[in-house]
Each structure stands twice: as structure tokens, then as C-alpha cells.
């Protein structure tokens, strides 16, 4: 027997796909409570992100690729007993860009952020970072002192794309090896949910192509003979060999995060959701090459709990779309073309 329509409730609708103030794709910080800030190295392709919310706000997080680079993730599990973060931090360097986050959480207890233990201040700043070591070395990645530099650089009003922060020297396209592969970056998108704001970060430097899930055209991928994208997965069916080099060589970063209410295990169960926007725009995503990493925020400044399946109906959509304006934004590094430059 079908419900009594009249007893049904109203039925709400996604905003569209853009900055609320309508312009752009939109940004991170449309989420109120939170600071974007980006560090690049001055004479290597590689960088870091830092999200600052020094309120502490409620995190979660999911991590699909198999070769992950990350710190303080445990933390977040639901059952573990620390259910706020001050900050996160998406950085390149492969394992030495960790030290990243040594910096932000001295910037933020120099500044009294983070639980109090004493007379000590501890900010709790999970962190992930990709590879980009193929194109710079370990005295270049980044570090405590980049990580207080993205602090410094920190803003509400943060809009920088492409080759920024952990984007500088994010690429893509690499199955089929690193000489075939195209810029990756930075990119953001946000919506409205009902009342809430729903937005993604993403460093976009997947092994796999980035494609437009809307008409599968690859935007950036794997090079073929005449230096256009196409697609690697097709490639490698037509008999067309596997790159060599590639364990560890790649990993996309995220972070999805929401004004709305939500208990640490609704925010783990939105990074988990989240994923599904990279799988949309990635092909093929989480291999054993990448070390792909989803953050959720949920700062709750909106004061209303919040609606887990509209926001995880939009979820996907929103990371995909951050993904899609990653590679728009890109900009060409030597030998390595950008979606702009076709």
C-alpha cells in the first residue's frame, strides 16, 4: 500500500552547483567557519593546504587508496574518543610532507587553539599528502615552516585554484607512465542543501584520467600519439602496456565539509559518500598506486542538525565537480600540458 501523499513531506531541492554569492564554482570557505590557506615552494613544484577551523569542528574521515600517507586518521574513527579537529592539512612531499602539520599545530597553540592539557595547548591536525617527488626531491618537500606559511596565508575568502598548495605539482593521467601524463591541481566546488552549505577541496593527482562524468570526454589524462587526452583504461584494452615506475606515484585528497549538525560517525559516513564523486570523475580511481584520502568538517555553524541523505545525495556531486575545476584551473609545467592548453 502506497503512503497518504498528504501526510508526506515537503520535498526539497539542491541549489545549483556555484558560489552563494553566484559567481564561480565556489569555494571551501562557503562553509562558515572555516580558512583556506596555501604554501608553494618558490623554486620546486610542490606545496601544501591548510584548512584552519580553530573552533574545533567535528571530522571524520575515509581512506580508499592503497597506498596512503597519512596522520592522526585513527583518531577520527567513530568509536575513538577525540571527535573535533582544529585544522587539517593536504600536502605534498609523499611521507616527508607530514611535517607540514608539525607546523600548524604550533601555529595554532602559539595562538591558544586546541585542547588544554595543563598548561599546554594540543591542536589535533589529521593530515594526508600525495607524491610529486618525481618532479622535485626530499630537501624541497614541504614542512614545518611551509605549514605555518599556508597559516599565515590563511583566509575566509580563500578562491586560488589550479597550481596552488598541494596542486602545484599534482599530475595525472600516469598508468600508462609519467612521460604520457597532464597537470592536476587544486579545484573547489559548493552547494546549497535545503538550508545548509555543502562544499569540496580536492588535490587532484590521481594515476587514473579525469573525466567529465556528464559526457565521459577525458579533460586531462594519459597523452596518446597525437598529445591529446584520451582514455588510459580504453588504452591499456587495446594492448597498450602498463607505465613503469608507478607504485606510490599518485593520490587525490579531499575534503567535504558542511555548516549543518553532524555526530563524528554522520561525518565519517560523509567522507565515505564523498568518495563516490572521485570514482565519478576519476578512471580508474583508488589503485594500488593511489593513497586516496576523504576528510569531512562539520562545523555546525548553520545550528541546525543535518539531513544525511539530501547531504549525501549531493555529495558526489560536489567533489566531482571540485575535481572537474582541479583540472580547468591547472596551468602547464615543463613537459607536462594542462586541460587549458587543448
Known amino acids: 500500500m502506497l503512503p497518504d501523499s498528504s501526510s508526506s513531506p515537503p ?4 541549489g545549483a552547483l556555484r558560489h552563494p554569492s553566484g559567481a564561480g564554482a565556489g569555494s571551501l570557505c562557503d562553509v562558515s567557519g572555516l580558512r583556506v590557506g596555501h604554501y608553494q615552494h618558490p623554486d620546486a613544484p610542490t606545496g601544501c593546504t591548510v584548512v584552519l577551523c580553530e573552533q574545533g569542528v567535528v571530522g571524520g574521515v575515509d581512506v580508499r587508496g592503497a597506498a596512503p600517507g597519512t596522520r592522526e586518521t585513527d583518531l577520527l574513527r567513530p568509536e575513538n574518543t577525540v571527535s573535533v579537529v582544529h585544522g587539517l592539512v593536504l600536502s605534498g612531499g609523499s611521507a616527508f610532507g607530514l611535517a607540514a602539520a608539525d607546523g600548524v599545530m604550533r601555529w595554532l597553540a602559539e595562538r591558544g587553539h586546541g585542547f588544554q592539557v595543563g598548561q599546554a595547548h594540543v591542536p589535533i591536525v589529521p593530515a594526508a599528502v600525495l607524491f610529486d617527488l618525481w618532479l622535485h626531491d626530499a630537501a624541497t618537500a614541504p614542512d614545518a615552516n611551509a605549514g605555518r606559511a599556508a597559516c599565515d596565508a590563511a583566509s575566509s575568502t580563500q578562491q586560488a585554484r589550479g597550481n596552488v598548495g598541494a596542486g ?3 599530475t595525472v593521467g600516469k598508468l600508462l607512465g609519467v612521460s604520457r601524463a597532464m597537470k592536476g ?3 573547489m566546488a559548493s552547494l ?3 538550508h545548509a552549505t555543502l562544499a569540496a577541496l580536492v588535490a587532484v593527482n ?3 584520467d579525469v573525466v567529465d562524468p556528464r559526457t565521459g570526454t577525458v579533460l586531462a589524462g594519459s597523452r596518446g600519439q597525437d598529445g591529446r587526452p584520451r582514455s588510459s583504461v580504453q588504452a591499456l584494452l587495446d594492448g597498450e602496456p602498463l607505465g613503469r615506475g608507478l607504485a606510490g606515484s599518485a593520490t587525490t585528497l579531499g575534503v567535504i565539509a558542511t555548516d549543518a549538525c553532524l555526530t563524528k560517525a554522520q ?4 567522507a565515505q559518500i564523498a568518495h563516490d564523486g572521485l570514482a565519478r570523475s576519476i578512471q580508474p580511481v583508488h589503485t594500488v598506486m593511489d593513497g586516496d584520502v576523504m576528510f569531512s568538517l562539520a562545523t555546525g555553524t548553520l545550528q541546525q542538525p543535518g539531513d544525511m541523505a539530501m547531504l549525501g545525495a549531493a ?3 560536489v567533489v566531482a565537480q571540485a575535481v572537474l575545476d582541479a583540472v580547468r584551473a591547472a ?3 615543463p613537459g607536462l600540458p594542462a586541460a587549458a592548453d587543448f
Not at 520535498?11 to 539542491?14: A, D, H, V
Not at 561525518?267 to 560523509?270: D, F, G, H, R, S
Open 331 to 333: 596551468r602547464a609545467l
Open 192 to 194: 546549497r542543501v535545503g
Open 267 to 270: 561525518a565519517n559516513k560523509l
Open 11 to 14: 520535498t526539497k531541492t539542491l
Open 315 to 317: 555529495a558526489a556531486e
Open 206 to 208: 590521481a594515476v587514473g
Open 168 to 170: 602545484r605539482g599534482a
Open 185 to 187: 591541481g587544486v579545484g
